[in-house]
């Protein structure tokens, strides 16, 4: 289970649907297993089909999380064209530990769907959302 | 060697200047061919890793790449 306020899903939606035809991707901060923040990042890949987070900006998020007693909690990603659920290649390079893998998936524009996971060693388990207010 | 590696402090049994990629090996650090190092505050490219030497004092920030596709 992973909490979400309701304010920040609607920004990674946001930020996804003004990304596409590109996937969009960023990183939720907070503490235990709730959100608290929201770091858009550049997708360095500039892809319909693939993204890749600048190592630069990761640096930046996760001094920033640290200066402010929180952890990485989410890293999200959006799929313009496809389900909300992990590729092979998401699966393969989902390596940064004790995270959650948000995807939002575009394929309905007018209704993006948002899942969590977690992905342990190719293993994918979906996650609850519980949005907050 | 006192190193400061994410923000914690860390102890590296050995005295003398290490390489990045031994430095990594020494922290267990698991799938290393996907992994950034920044030496204090610069982002290393991935062919320093070898030449590159951390002593004493220094401080060394390591994150996954964070990618995928649909």
């Known amino acids: 289970m992973i909490e979400i ?3 920040i899903l609607e920004k990674v939606i946001l930020h996804s649907q003004s990304g596409f035809p590109l996937e969009a991707c960023g990183i939720l901060g907070g503490t235990g297993n709730a959100v608290a ?3 858009p990042m550049t997708n360095t890949d500039a892809s ?3 993204f890749m987070m600048d190592p630069k900006e990761q640096f930046a998020v996760v001094k920033a999380l640290r200066a402010s007693g929180e952890e990485m909690q989410v890293i999200y990603h959006s799929h ?12 393969r390079l989902a390596l940064t530990p004790n995270v959650h893998h948000l995807i939002v998936s575009l394929q309905d524009r007018e209704n993006p769907v948002a899942k969590a996971f977690r992905i342990n060693a190719g293993v994918v388990e979906t996650v609850e959302i519980i949005i907050t207010v | 060697m006192n190193l400061t590696v994410n923000g914690k402090p860390a102890t590296i049994a050995d005295e003398n200047p290490v390489s990045i990629t031994d430095l990594l090996e020494k922290l267990q650090v698991e799938q290393r061919e996907y992994v950034t190092v920044e030496l204090n505050g610069d982002i290393l490219d991935r062919g320093d890793f070898e030449g590159a030497t951390v002593k004493d004092g220094d401080t060394v920030e390591f994150l996954y790449f964070m990618g995928g596709g649909r």
Not at chain 1, 80 to 91: C, L, M, N, Y
């Open chain 1, 5 to 7: 306020p309701a304010d």
């Open chain 1, 37 to 39: 923040s929201h770091y």
């Open chain 1, 48 to 50: 319909n089909e693939h």
């Open chain 1, 80 to 91: 313009p064209e496809s389900p909300a659920r992990p590729s092979q290649e998401d699966i």
